[in-house]
């Protein structure tokens, strides 16, 4: 064999057993050393997955996993407390955990779960839960109005003192309670623009505000018993504003599904959806939430014809529930009204601006 094919042989079999090494090195198996060599066992790569978790009371929170899995270790705490005592249970299926704390949570408080589970492999899952302590006094809500565009066109007085008609939802407590833990979601906003209500104490036949820009003056959060700080347009004295913290466009001009839910047991309390007569079906990003929604008794059809047309909501006029004084009256009289409130499509009109009144 001549020196130039010995080169190119030895030069061809160190490459072929560096690549081998190198595989041996990154492929995702596992492996133990027996008497008689190496032994390649089957196993499971895939860390456990967060189903879902729950408030379930004022001293009880569950959170569900994919498969059965161990706390390893896990910390709650506030801003004020590095770390509130807890314990843990898990039910015989090892799927739920409940975090068991040992004082009841304060109301609007926020907490954070941080633990570390693994399962039977040993493959493990990271977690970062934020809550709001358990609300046991949740009011009934329905939605009343909404604008969907802001006007453009400003009076005067409005130019001089930088405001803005911008995008709200109106609403009317059916019932007495705290708003904690309730959240307001447009799905075409998306998730990153939830509005959590703050701890405010609602009474029955109430009427308050949220608007979804805070654009130029007079946005001023009323979430005190001072009624008279927002001056913005479609602010009204005596009627309780919140403002979400946010400058931009929001909601969906003319096609929308709007969703508040109670963030502790993911409960619908109420939902508006409407379409454009143009839609035969939804956009896939509606999809999910049109089928959790059909899961309750607030819509009979869900079908883009057969929800509330918003062909004609725009920059002068918005969308009101006619019946709203009907279904405050009938809960005023029995308090046990059913509830969800069945959300009747023909209650719906496009007509003149009115809010912070029924």
């Avoid at 934020?130 to 604008?147: A, C, H, S």
């Avoid at 109106?170 to 959590?196: C, K, P, Q, T």
Wanted: glycine share 6%.
């Amino acid at each position: 064999m001549s020196t130039k094919i010995r080169n190119v042989f030895l030069f061809c079999f160190e490459t072929l057993m560096i690549i081998g090494i190198t595989l041996l090195c990154v492929l995702p198996f596992s492996c133990k050393v027996t008497e008689s060599g190496i032994k390649i066992l089957d196993g499971d790569y895939v860390c456990p997955k967060l189903l879902y978790y729950n408030v379930m009371d004022s001293k009880n929170v569950k959170i569900g996993f994919s498969e059965p899995v161990a706390l390893k270790s896990h910390v709650v705490s506030t801003d004020s407390e590095k770390r509130i005592p807890t314990s843990v249970l898990s039910d015989e299926f090892k799927k739920d955990v409940t975090i068991i704390f040992d004082k009841e949570m304060i109301v609007g408080e926020e907490y954070q779960f941080v633990g570390v589970v693994k399962d039977e492999f040993g493959n493990s899952l990271t977690l970062e839960l934020p809550f709001t302590g358990y609300n046991p006094r949740v009011p009934k809500l329905i939605i009343t109005e909404i604008q969907t565009v802001t006007v453009s066109s400003r009076t005067k007085a409005e130019i001089e003192n930088d405001m803005y008609k911008n995008e709200f939802i109106e609403f009317v407590a059916l019932s007495d309670g705290n708003l904690s833990g309730i959240d307001l979601f447009s799905v075409y906003d998306g998730e990153d623009r939830i509005f959590n209500f703050p701890a405010v104490e609602v009474k029955k036949g109430e009427v308050f505000l949220v608007h979804f820009r805070n654009k130029g003056n007079g946005c001023y959060n009323e979430d005190s018993d001072n009624l008279s700080l927002a001056t913005a347009p479609y602010s009204k004295n005596g009627v309780r504003d919140f403002w979400i913290d946010n400058p931009d466009t929001a909601l969906g001009n003319k096609t929308d599904v709007i969703l508040l839910r109670n963030t502790a047991n993911g409960k619908i309390l109420d939902a508006l959806v409407y379409s454009e007569s143009k839609y035969e079906d939804w956009a896939s990003k509606f999809e999910d939430y049109i089928y959790t929604l059909s899961k309750t008794n607030i819509y009979d059809s869900l079908s883009c014809c057969d929800v509330i047309n918003g062909d004609e909501m725009g920059k002068t006029k918005t969308l009101q529930r006619t019946n709203a004084k009907e279904i405050l009256r009938k809960f005023i009289e029995n308090e046990d009204s059913e509830y969800p409130v069945r959300n009747e499509v023909s209650a719906w009109v496009v007509t003149d601006n009115s809010a912070g009144s029924l």
